[in-house]
């Protein structure tokens, strides 16, 4: 009997283990595409991140050049 119980949970296994790869198969391209695009989107964010910083110096840098200029 014990033969037999470990004969049905390995067939059971073994026929999850084959679905799960026919269905990773179907979503493989999917997957990939989703991390390409969360990889872009993290270098966007970064990016904008920058910019941003470099906007807020340029700013206070023509501020500054504005006051030096009025002074003169």
Do not use: C, H, P
């Not at 790869?21 to 970064?46: C, G, M, P, W």
């Not at 910083?53 to 840098?61: A, I, V």
């Amino acid at each position: 009997m014990a033969n037999g119980t470990l004969n049905w949970k390995s067939v059971i296994y073994d026929q999850l283990k084959a679905r799960n790869s026919k269905e990773r198969y179907r979503f493989t391209e999917l997957i990939e595409t989703q991390s390409r695009l969360f990889d872009v989107r993290f270098k966007l964010q970064s990016e904008n991140i920058r910019l941003a910083q470099q906007t807020q110096t340029l700013r206070t840098e023509n501020l500054s050049l504005q006051t030096r200029a009025q002074n003169i």
